[in-house]
Every structure is written in C-alpha cells, then in structure tokens.
C-alpha cells in the first residue's frame, strides 16, 4: 500500500488567496484525521472523520477553516482566506478502527502564507 | 482531561549512547500509551505502543514501559545510531476519548 498520501507538499500563497489541501487515506481506513503542526502549539487535531461522516471539528480554528470528505478515499481541507499566521505543516492521517489507535500519517502539506 | 508532558529538547547524544527520554501522562481510565517518530520531513509514525499497565513496548531497539503507579512511558535505547535522529512524541489515548493526545515532541541529534 502506497500509504496516506498528500498533495501538495508544499504551498506557497498569498493572504487572501483560497487553499486547498488534499488528502488519500489507505484503502479500508474508515476514520480520517486532520492535523496542524507548529512550532509554537505543536501538534493540533482540526478534525476526525469517521465513514465519511464529520465527528468532531471542534479543532477547526475558525470558519476560514473547512474540510470535507466526499467517499472514503479522499478527503479536502480547506482555508479561505488564507492569513500568514496559518503557516503550517497540515498532516492527514487514517486509521482502520473508530478508536484513533495506530495512526498511519501522510507526509504533510507545508504552507507558506506570506 | 488528558495531558501528555514529556522532556524537552534538543537531545544530542553521540553514537552508541544511551537514550532515555522521559514521558509522564495524565489520563482517565485507563488510556493506551504511544511513541510516535518523526524523521526530517516526514509524517508521523507509530514506534511503538502499550496498551496496559505494565506492558512493554518494543521496536527497533527501542523500549518502554507502561507504569501506572508513576504515570510514565519513558522511552529508552541502549545504544543510538545517527539515524536514530528525529523527533520522538508521546501520546495517548485515554477513555473514551479517540482522540490522541500528543506531548510536544522531542528532538533527538545523534552524532557520529
């Protein structure tokens, strides 16, 4: 299996404009996650898929912020607008079961905002 | 709620050192405890994993144990290589909770 797999890998955008992140999880993963990495907060859920469906998006900064995941194998997130201080690596990962045990992680999106 | 507190960086030992990096927890229940590594520009992976008291994770060479009586998951390697060199993270999941909860990352430099 290839893995969870994330494009692009990089971004580089300029405030105001519309991001878009994209995410594949591994075939038969029925839960996906979304994560923020920074230096200054570490690791942040936004949010967890289960089947497709939004479970909790209670990690999702603001309403720029949102993320969807139309059938199993992909998956969006989002920003718009986009601001500097979203600066960040994205990370998507999946998981076979409900409880988020043995996550498996793309290798992230890093955005640039300036 | 749940809380993973583990040392901070940066770690730089020599080759064939030995590593501890100490991880402490505050749970629920009953949660399952995880070391993930990160290498230079890559996603997170699972090292290793624990899910009772007293269980012992293992994986290339690297251990830890799950203490209950002191709420810590050390993690522990008698003898780095360079490319051991990364960032560790602790984590856990705790009750009913699905959502891992993850230490702030410690970066690992081993030199030659």
């Known amino acids: 299996d290839a893995g969870v797999i994330q494009s692009p890998r990089h971004e580089v955008t300029e405030m105001g404009q519309e991001v878009t992140l994209r995410c594949k999880p591994i075939?038969?993963?029925?839960?996906l996650f979304w994560y923020r990495q920074t230096m200054m907060r570490g690791l942040e859920l936004l949010i967890y898929?289960?089947?497709?469906?939004?479970?909790?998006d209670s990690g999702m900064p603001e309403d720029r912020f949102s993320a969807k995941m139309p059938n199993a194998s992909f998956s969006t997130l989002k920003i718009q607008p986009s601001e500097p201080r979203d600066s960040a690596v994205y990370f998507c990962a999946s998981s076979p079961g409900r409880a988020q045990t043995e996550a498996f992680f793309g290798q992230g999106t890093r955005l640039t905002v300036v | 709620g749940n809380s993973v507190t583990q040392m901070e960086g940066p770690v730089t030992l020599s080759e064939e050192a030995f590593l501890t990096i100490n991880c402490t927890y505050t749970?629920?229940?009953?949660?399952?405890l995880f070391w993930y590594v990160q290498y230079p520009g890559e996603g997170l992976q699972l090292l290793l994993k624990a899910t009772k008291a007293d269980d012992k994770g293992s994986n290339k060479g690297f251990e830890a144990t799950y203490r209950k009586e002191t709420t810590s998951f050390h993690l522990e390697k008698g003898s780095v290589q360079v490319s051991d060199s990364a960032v560790y993270f602790c984590?856990?999941?705790?009750?009913?909770?699905?959502?891992?909860?993850f230490g702030k990352g410690t970066l690992l430099t081993v030199n030659p």
């Open positions: 898929f289960n089947n497709n469906v939004p479970i909790d």
């Open positions: 984590a856990l999941i705790g009750g009913s909770n699905y959502k891992l909860t």
């Open positions: 749970a629920t229940g009953y949660p399952s």
């Open positions: 075939s038969g993963h029925n839960s």
